[in-house]
DNA sequence: TATTGTTATACTCTATAACTATA
DNA sequence: TATAGTTATAGAGTATAACAATA
């Protein structure tokens, strides 16, 4: 009935970044699921937040904040301004830029999806003491911190 | 010249699940990096650990493992098998299913390949001093174990 | 000359559905 | 009836290259 030997991680087991990107799959997940009735992804809640916070900011700005390519941005900006969440406003400075904003409906649903979020780190991350979920998100920044130092050649 | 106020992280910054998303953009791009001459990606390098530390696995158990859909894995798997690096053979048991092993080759491409991935962690956690690294795994494990308790409905 | 936003295009990764052969 | 592997297909998400407007 039951063929579940369950396999040998091998290799994998030791490795830091394996279980990093197990945690992460668990935690797209579990975010894919608290979003799903907004039709809101990660990178989309992403920009949402950077507009908020840096309201005027341009497309170049944002895309590199949050690791796209300007003309990926494009598309995603396409799709929140005609869900009327976002406005891309001509810059007067600088005419090849625009400036991005949220709009009324759009900072209300950013309302919204923040107290979601916050469910959803404390689903994920609620059961670790307090002091354990602070060293966890010191050891990820310094991880990402770490800038690769040696090309590899083969 | 420099106009770099650089941008607020506004909510994000006090998000464990953001910093765990920018941790695993910087470790993806190292192991890009290190891999590339081997034009291997995580993924693949997921399914030649497992198939080393389980051989004669099946398609549906290998698929499990790495958390594919079988039909990806199909492709996947064909192209191992076009670089000589995995041999799918016919079960005599269950005549449904694939043995999966390694070739000498795999063999010896996953050991230069092992090589590289502990270089790869090196570079990304040696800094950080063996009891934090060892607190950074057992973390990263209990956020992958949560599992999602409530379904949330909007 | 360089940068910004845009478009056209293509590539990668993934899943769903339907097929076949076995169980 | 159900499962394993396969195929056809499509949908996200991403990048590169070229273009027009502006700096």
Redesign the pocket.
């Given at each position: 009935m039951n063929k579940k030997p369950s396999l040998s991680l091998g290799f994998l087991e030791g490795l830091i970044g394996f279980r990093l990107r197990l945690a992460q799959i668990a935690l797209f997940d579990d975010f894919e699921r608290a979003m799903r009735p907004f039709d809101i992804?990660p990178?989309r809640f992403g920009a949402l937040s950077l507009i908020d916070a840096n309201p005027g900011l341009?497309?170049?700005q944002l895309?590199k904040a949050i690791?796209?390519?300007?003309?990926?941005l494009?598309?995603?900006?396409?799709h929140l301004e005609k869900r009327s969440l976002v406005q891309?406003r001509p810059s007067a400075?600088?005419?090849?830029?625009?400036e991005l904003r949220l709009t009324p409906e759009g900072r209300l649903l950013l309302g919204k999806l923040k107290r979601r979020v916050q469910e959803h780190e404390k689903r994920m991350f609620g059961k670790l003491p307090a002091d354990e979920r602070a060293q966890l998100a010191r050891l990820l920044e310094a991880v990402s911190a770490m800038k690769t130092k040696q090309v590899i050649e083969i």
């Open positions: 992804t990178t341009s497309q170049m895309a690791r796209l390519d300007r003309s990926t494009v598309a995603l900006l396409d891309r400075t600088d005419k090849r830029t625009n």
